[in-house]
């Protein structure tokens, strides 16, 4: 599924008194992304969130740092769940569920993704510290938060243990890429078929 014909992509473009965002994904990439927010370690963690899930990203938000990074971060994450759920379409032939436990030398992560439509985040993750460098850790949750609503996905991300925060916060993004990768791929079994057996995901 690589030809422009049938390759699964979507735009958005977000625009508000707080940020102007415009993003486009395709699920069938190779993990190419060109991503500029403004905020360093958040470029960082979403070039490896569309690295590791396959899905090329093209990113461009401008916000309102000067007051901090919280609406870029969470109004970024509204904008990419919407352009995954808008290339998903009616979600036919994806394998749906995925699920992983992802190591960064002293720390584990797990990811649990159910493409299911229907948006819910269970978020088991702590930080020992308010910052990595300048970002404001509590934002990692805010991303999945706003990525999960606006995608439709049901994500569960839970930290085994660790004590780097910026392997903590890398892991939950690496993990989720991954777990991406696996559930927006077509099952050659079903490519024709909505995983559900209500006929549609919602």
Same mark, same amino acid.
């Given at each position: 599924?690589?030809?422009?014909?049938?390759?699964?992509?979507?735009?958005?473009?977000? &625009?508000?008194?707080?940020?102007?965002?415009?993003?486009?994904?395709?699920?069938?990439?190779? /993990?190419?992304? &060109?991503?500029?927010?403004?905020? *360093?370690?958040?470029?960082?963690?979403?070039?490896?969130?569309? =690295?590791?899930?396959?899905?090329?990203?093209?990113?461009?938000?401008?916000?309102?740092?000067?007051?901090?990074?919280?609406?870029?971060?969470?109004?970024?994450?509204?904008?990419? /769940?919407?352009?995954?759920?808008?290339?998903? /379409?009616?979600? =036919?032939?994806?394998? =749906?569920?995925?699920?992983?436990?992802?190591?960064?030398?002293?720390?584990?992560?797990?990811?649990?993704?159910?493409?299911? *439509?229907?948006?819910?985040?269970?978020?088991?993750?702590?930080?020992?510290?308010? &910052?990595? *460098?300048?970002?404001?850790?509590?934002?990692?949750?805010?991303?999945?938060?706003?990525?999960?609503?606006?995608?439709?996905?049901?994500?569960?991300?839970?930290?085994?243990?660790?004590?780097?925060?910026?392997?903590?916060?890398?892991?939950?993004?690496?993990?989720?890429?991954?777990?991406?990768?696996?559930?927006?791929?077509?099952?050659? =079994?079903?490519?024709?078929?909505?995983?559900?057996?209500? *006929?549609?995901?919602?």
């Amino acid at each position: 599924m690589s030809s422009e014909a049938t390759a699964r992509k979507g735009s958005i473009a977000r &625009k508000t008194n707080e940020t102007d965002i415009s993003v486009s994904v395709n699920l069938d990439g190779t /993990g190419v992304s &060109k991503i500029s927010t403004g905020v *360093g370690f958040f470029d960082h963690m979403l070039e490896q969130l569309s =690295r590791h899930s396959l899905i090329d990203m093209e990113i461009v938000a401008k916000g309102d740092l000067h007051i901090d990074d919280h609406h870029t971060v969470e109004d970024t994450g509204i904008a990419i /769940g919407q352009a995954i759920s808008k290339a998903l /379409g009616d979600r =036919r032939g994806i394998t =749906r569920y995925a699920s992983l436990d992802l190591v960064m030398d002293e720390t584990m992560t797990k990811a649990a993704v159910d493409l299911s *439509g229907r948006p819910f985040l269970v978020w088991n993750v702590e930080f020992s510290a308010p &910052k990595v *460098g300048t970002f404001d850790t509590e934002l990692v949750r805010e991303f999945f938060q706003a990525l999960a609503q606006h995608g439709g996905i049901t994500l569960h991300v839970m930290n085994h243990y660790g004590a780097n925060n910026h392997h903590i916060a890398e892991t939950c993004f690496k993990s989720v890429a991954r777990v991406l990768r696996t559930a927006v791929e077509i099952d050659p =079994r079903q490519a024709s078929r909505v995983p559900s057996t209500k *006929g549609m995901l919602v």
